[in-house]
């Protein structure tokens, strides 16, 4: 019995063909048991015998069992090893990886070089009060100034997308009065126009206002200079050519000569080859005042930067509208 059992064993190599041969040789009708059980009708003679012997093939094969699961149960670890071997010295898959939006570069570059000019960043809200957006900024309801901003108005009566970030002026001038005032306002600004390759309804401008004693023309020149050299490089041609607006006097909007068509004359700057990038003058007396400050004592410049504009000059963007298309090709190409 013990020889067949054993030699049985020792060819299986599976946890199921283990089960089997246990039912087989160890189960209720296996060939050991039986004679266990057969025992009462032995002579008492040999019941000692035949009890110890057989006692000691079960023993065995218990034994035997023990050792051949512990064998098989190694050999399939060892097998699943081998199947799920993990190449360890393999480069390892480079997640998908996203970037900055252009415009978001460029906002963080000029906040970095008006930072360096010793600007602070100040926030402002998106939903305004026609207060802020106009009154106070020396806009009254009648004025016909109010046609330069195409207003996108909210339900509530006098409340509107701000069409400018020229209201974070009297909201910084009335948190700082009557101290000397350095801001630099970030932000969207959204206007009810007609979208073009050079116009869009909702786009980023950067506020500057500056308010001091002897704050002059010459300083916002030279800042707005100094400013355009840093972004566009030392030979980047600007162009300061008088305008209105009814917060400043007097006012000014600069040009750059439009890299992308090299000054030739294309859609973007309407074949003048020059685009406007930003619009500036001396603070308004009535808006110094308006924000808490004596108009015979101090005087201010401040200026509101077009974003996508000044993106589409450093990289020869053609169109404004690229920036919300959000196609991929145009989106990774920065
Ligand atoms: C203003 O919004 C004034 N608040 C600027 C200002 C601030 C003047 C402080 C004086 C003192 P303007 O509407 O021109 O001005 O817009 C300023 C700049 O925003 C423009 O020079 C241009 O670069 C950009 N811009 C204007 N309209 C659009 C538009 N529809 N799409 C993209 N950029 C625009």
């Known amino acids: 019995i013990r020889q067949t059992a054993l030699s049985a064993l020792a060819s299986?190599?599976?946890?199921?063909?283990?089960?089997?041969?246990?039912?087989?040789?160890l189960g209720k009708s296996a060939p050991v048991m039986e004679l266990m059980r057969s025992m009462g009708k032995m002579p008492p003679e040999l019941r000692p015998l035949v009890g110890k012997a057989a006692n000691e093939v079960k023993q065995a094969l218990?034994?035997?069992?023990?050792?051949?699961?512990?064998?098989?149960k190694q050999a399939a670890l060892q097998h699943a090893l081998e199947?799920?071997?993990?190449?360890?010295?393999?480069?390892?898959?480079?997640p998908a990886r996203g970037g900055l939006h252009p415009v978001t570069q460029t906002l963080r570059d000029v906040l970095a070089i008006f930072g360096d000019m010793g600007f602070q960043v100040y926030q402002s809200p998106e939903v305004e009060t026609d207060a802020y957006n106009f009154e106070l900024l020396n806009i009254p309801s009648y004025h016909p100034a109010r046609d330069m901003w195409d207003t996108f108005h909210i339900l509530q009566k006098g409340v509107v997308l701000r069409t400018h970030t020229s209201p974070g002026q009297i909201r910084s001038m009335e948190e700082r009065n009557p101290e000397p005032v350095r801001v630099v306002l970030p932000g969207m600004v959204?206007?009810?126009?007609?979208?073009?390759?050079?116009?869009?309804?909702?786009?980023?401008?950067?506020?500057?206002?500056?308010?001091?004693?002897?704050?002059?023309m010459a300083d916002l020149k030279g800042t707005l200079q100094d400013f355009v050299r840093r972004l566009f490089g030392n030979n980047a041609r600007t162009r300061?050519?008088?305008s209105y607006f009814p917060f400043t006097e007097p006012s000014a909007e600069m040009d750059v000569e439009c890299f992308v068509c090299g000054g030739k004359g294309c859609p973007v700057c309407k074949r003048s080859g020059w685009l406007?990038?930003?619009?500036?003058?001396?603070?308004?007396?009535?808006?110094?005042?308006?924000?808490?400050?004596?108009?015979?004592?101090?005087?201010?410049?401040?200026?509101?930067?077009?974003?996508?504009?000044?993106?589409?000059?450093?990289?020869?963007?053609?169109?404004?509208?690229?920036?919300?298309?959000?196609?991929?090709?145009?989106?990774?190409q920065f």
């Open 190 to 216: 959204y206007r009810y126009e007609q979208i073009s390759a050079r116009s869009e309804i909702q786009f980023n401008q950067v506020e500057l206002l500056v308010v001091g004693k002897n704050i002059t």
């Open 62 to 72: 218990e034994a035997a069992l023990e050792e051949r699961g512990e064998a098989v």
């Open 240 to 242: 300061l050519r008088p």
């Open 12 to 25: 299986i190599d599976t946890e199921d063909a283990l089960q089997e041969w246990r039912r087989a040789y």
């Open 276 to 332: 406007e990038i930003l619009g500036c003058g001396m603070v308004h007396p009535v808006v110094l005042q308006n924000g808490g400050y004596d108009p015979t004592v101090y005087t201010g410049f401040a200026a509101g930067l077009g974003i996508e504009r000044i993106t589409m000059l450093r990289h020869r963007i053609e169109d404004i509208r690229y920036f919300w298309s959000n196609d991929i090709r145009f989106l990774e």
């Open 83 to 94: 199947r799920d071997a993990v190449d360890v010295t393999l480069p390892g898959r480079q």
